[in-house]
């Protein structure tokens, strides 16, 4: 019996998907030839059809929010001594057990980095928050020492703010402020001046780990590429 009903079962299915098969073959002839009668207007869009008889136009906007990270012009680290200079060329020079985080080592905040998120969220109309913290961003990422990130979330350095383009207000939703990770090179595996054993490992370099990084969230009001190139280019006179 459960041998004919998984039989039965097949049946249906190959019914089934002849049907649909066969349907979908007579929509796609449909709107071909609709399309090469020129009945629908040549304007950017996404066909849907309906029924048989009527294929409309959907027409999609963009909406667009972005997430921009910008490094920090200070002297040194966000949370230790350790000098940020993204000139080095030589690796894991720039390093300290902080922002290797070794066991037993303890973070201390760049007031310069902080000083700097605020006279951008001040430069934006942000709402500067008097009381704020960080929190852990946890994942796990080869340069990423800790194991976690440094970041802010529920109480960011700034909230609100907006950036003019045009005759348009982007909103800012937060400006807040968190530590970078390090750099991975991934030598290449091919090649007379390649490497013994290259393409099978990666080096890493914590010369960048733990550098201030302000990030800024907008809310989704961009509609175009051409309107998210204008508030990047408005964004870097700031």
């Known amino acids: 019996f459960g ?117 951008a969220g001040l430069a934006l109309g942000c709402k500067i928050e008097k009381d704020t913290f960080f929190e852990r961003k946890n994942y796990f990422y080869p340069d990423l020492p800790k194991g976690y990130q440094i970041s802010q979330y529920q109480k960011p350095l700034c909230c609100g703010g907006d950036l003019k383009i045009g005759d348009k207000n982007i909103r800012i939703t937060r400006i807040h402020l968190e530590e970078d990770a390090g750099r991975l090179y991934h030598p290449p595996g091919k090649g007379p001046d390649a490497p013994v054993g290259a393409g099978c490992y990666s080096l890493v370099d914590f010369n960048r780990a733990g550098v201030p990084l302000m990030e800024l969230v907008t809310e989704p009001d961009l509609e175009s590429g051409e309107e998210v190139r204008k508030f990047a280019e408005e964004l870097q006179l700031i």
């Open 3 to 119: 041998r004919c009903l998984r039989e039965s079962h097949l049946g249906w299915l190959n019914y089934l998907q002849d049907i649909c098969i066969t349907e979908i073959q007579k929509r796609l002839k449909i709107f071909v030839l609709r399309l090469k009668s020129q009945e629908f207007p040549a304007e950017r869009g996404f066909f849907c059809c309906r029924n048989s008889d009527k294929l409309v136009i959907m027409k999609y906007k963009p909406v667009i929010g972005l997430e921009i990270h910008a490094e920090l012009k200070t002297k040194t680290k966000m949370f230790c001594d350790s000098l940020n200079n993204p000139d080095e060329k030589h690796p894991n020079i720039n390093i300290c057990p902080i922002c290797l985080s070794h066991p037993g080592t303890l973070p201390t905040i760049n007031e310069d980095a902080v000083k700097k998120v605020i006279m």
